[in-house]
């Protein structure tokens, strides 16, 4: 009986393959669950946490140096927790993984709802970092993209990021709407229920490990027959390289890109959550910070987007130092924002800048070291990254809390920015013999 999707063919190299454009790939649907999320992602205690800091600041009096410490613990508990759940996205996929950590940060999220000390804020986002699906370390919505594509990696990434602005647009200005029309406690019970609601379903009904599970090879080949045989080791293309942990950690490489990524997160921590709360002490209108803040995150998923598209004709690490420059930029325009246009100058090049970052921090990894052991490695790396940069975002709120001022660390953050897209643009490229089947 002949396949409605069209007989396999069979290169001169044993591998099977379907003729183009009578298959659809299921790494698409994979695709489409992880826009999704990314487009929840806003909602959880990430891009809108800085339109928290002030009210719940005022009510529970608590300092800047506090909200820091908070997301510091939430770093700390993905840096604890990213190896294993590496190893375990690497054995089992995400289905299971991403609704339980979905669960996790709704139910932490439901919880600050309830807060009454500075303590129980610490130990709620220590929590949210145990399985982290939002925010840095989040493994279990990063790697599966990953696993499911090679050669359309670039371009599965950018219409994942497509989520991104979309749910900023939504997601800010309704967290500024619900504080300011319900209170920042039923604000935070409200969006708890919008996520798990929406993410618990897709993951458990339409997740899946990886195509080798589904007899298919990345970007949508037929599978050869005996891959089924082994079903937990990727098949590899031609052109794919699979290192194992142990050979990563011996690479020089490695060792810089975790410096340059550790980083990147203690920049992103002492500016990115400090900045909100820092443009409305200059008495910029909370409404209009949020709409910059949401139009941050919209750079940043076009950002993402366009570097996904142009990664096939320039090297990510090309990509990323042009996204730290912009950082750099960004973070002093940041210090000398006194107006709205500046602001929004500010939070629209950060945008571009943070995009282009979370593209390359997570790119390099997989097109360096290969996908059979990505989510191991991507899981020691975030480990030293996290926990580097979890000092970024007390530090700076102990400067401010100190001083009153976040001039000194910023412009630390931004000399730090433009050394790390030196370093990373001079990195060598890891060499590894091309695995060939």
Known sequence: MPLTSGSPDMNTEGQTHTRQGTRFFYGWVIVGVMAVVAAITPSLATLNFGLFIKPMGNELGIGRSIFGWAMTARQVGSAIASPIVGRLVDRFGSRIMLATGSIVVGAAIFGLGFIQHSWQLVLLFAAMGLIG?????????????????????????????LGTPVGAVIFIPLTQILIASRGWREAWIILAIISVGMIVPLSLTLIRRQPEDMNLLPDGAKAPRKSVLNPTSPAKSREEVSWTVQETIRTSVFWRLVAVFSFMFLTMGSVGIHRIPFFMDRGLDPSLVSYATAFDAVAAGVSIFISGLLVRRFPAKFLGGISFLMLAVATVLTIYTYTFPIMFLSMSLFGFGIGGMIFTSRFLWAEYYGRQHLGSILGLATTICLLVGGIGAPLAGYVHDTTGYYNTIWWVSAGLMLTCGIALVTAPIPRKPTIKT
Do not use: C, D, Q
């Open 133 to 161: 699906i939002g925010g840095p370390g989040a493994l279990v919505t990063s790697v599966p993209i990953f696993k499911w594509f090679i050669h359309n990696r670039g371009k599965a990434v950018s219409f994942t990021s």
